[in-house]
């Protein structure tokens, strides 16, 4: 089969979508991966409150962290970059141009030839674990190096369930079905949480007095860290198998045909991207747990944590955005030619706008409450005063550069639209270096905080980057508004964040932290309240893109015929 059509199929004149259909489509497809992500990241923060109660900021989490980052590493580097720059655009290609058929020969021969490659990477990673746990986190003591080693061994199958997933969910894609890979996240977290909460009583539990109330907390960590270790395996199983009620009709079977012309496409456009991610998941990765395991216990747990909580308004906003408006920015950069490219700058305007709407508010409310939400979230059972306060403080460094990174990831994706993945992956290798850099040279006086600073850093630095790239790519972006956006914004979530900041002491005086009760009503109140400054605000400024907002969820809850 070749990518090369001889059909002489007559091919319908392609209309270029109005504004208001490209918004539509917009809100549909974003709508699905805004619910998916948000359920992911709520049973991922459950993950992480489950782990902190029952562990806290312990070497069991620490091992963990090393057990689970290895395979995802080798995930991002190998399979997960494909999806979205190459695996999507190829299969795309094939499914319109050759048929469903077609399309199950090719995913055959990369389901075949990928559980063989995983399966022989696993094997090494099973008779080299100490080795390579060594490598991630020298820093170590030996009892913990030798957790990791054996939670490692445990965690290196689900490779194989995580390359699968990444080829399925390539397929409902390029098929334009959301709904199964969106919801995949869920999926997995929600294992982690049930399995660990289920087997938790047989691996024993005691009680902990914190705060005047009773905790659970594990009384064999180590056995206890299994427990979760082997929840993580399961449910990167089912997140794959999630998938295939979405491959009704698939005729898949197992054939080792490397010399399929689509896999060359497919090499040809992910190199560039792989390039980068050598940088990010071998050496970067690598590099951060390594200086990280030397700035004392529990160090690599406060990075994880910051992490959890940045990247759920990363998910929801960006990651959303994102996804939904990938296909109308391909279709219309494959239009430039005969219609110009004034429809891809706006579509890639409205992306830009809606995020800075939605990302500058939800950094700067976490920023300012980032103290009371750590506290409800995690400072239960054995998560201490001491663990809150680092967590929020490496949260707030990571938070200076969340805006950065949000609009980068929508830069990338018109890069991507555009079938150019080199200059992204060189700014991308450029921005990897100088963080090594900053983390380095701010090691010694910042100690583990240098590689949050290092990190917005690097996203500053790639966002900018991008943006000026892709300008002169697009010989200007046109009418789009995005400074006067980019100002509305910033005056109405600082003032947002002002308020937050004046309210939080008497209110954190008048209800109190020590109860769950408490730090959920705290941080409702003051949130609530931060909130409608905000929308105030944006209403008083006239910001347009908060208004297509509420006309989106109108839309989707069916009290408006269209949004405008």
Known sequence: MSLESSTTEVIPEIRPPTQEETNAGVARASSIVAMGNLAGRVLGLAREIV????????????????????????????IGGHVNSALVPVLSEVVTRDGRKALWQLVSVLCSLLTVALALIVLGLEVFAPQIVNIVSGGFDAQTLELATGLLQLTAPALIFLGLFAVLSGTLYALREFTWPAFAVMVFNGTIVVMSLVFAPQIGVRPVMENGQAMLQVARPDA???????????????QMALQLPGMRGARLHFTLNWRHPALRQIVLLYAPVMFSLVMDTLVIRTFSYNLASQTGEGSIGYMTWATTLIQFPQGLVATAISIAILPTLSRQAALIAAEGDKAFKDTLGLGLRLTMTLILPAAVGLFVLGTPIVMLLF??????????????LAMRLYLVGLPFAALDLLL????????????PALIGVFSLALYMLVAVMLFPRFGLFSLMIADSCKHIVHALVSALLLRRRLQGMGEQRLMLTLGKTALAAGAMGLVAAIILPPLTAWIGTNTLIREALLVTL????????FVGMAMWLRLEELRW???LLARRLGLRRSVH
């Not at 994706?413 to 150019?420: I, N």
């Not at 003051?526 to 400054?533: E, F, H, K, M, R």
């Open 379 to 392: 400072q239960h059972g054995a998560f201490d005063a001491t663990a809150t306060q680092m967590t929020t």
């Open 412 to 423: 990338v994706y018109a890069f991507y639209a555009r079938q150019d993945t080199l200059t």
């Open 549 to 551: 907002v509420s006309d």
């Open 224 to 238: 206890g860290i299994i427990v979760v270790t082997l929840g993580w395996l399961v449910g990167s199983f089912a």
């Open 526 to 533: 003051a949130g609530g309240v931060s909130t409608a400054v």
């Open 51 to 78: 782990l902190t109660n029952l562990f806290g900021a312990s070497r069991a989490v620490d091992a963990f962290n090393v057990a689970i980052i290895v395979p995802k590493a080798l995930y991002d580097l190998l």
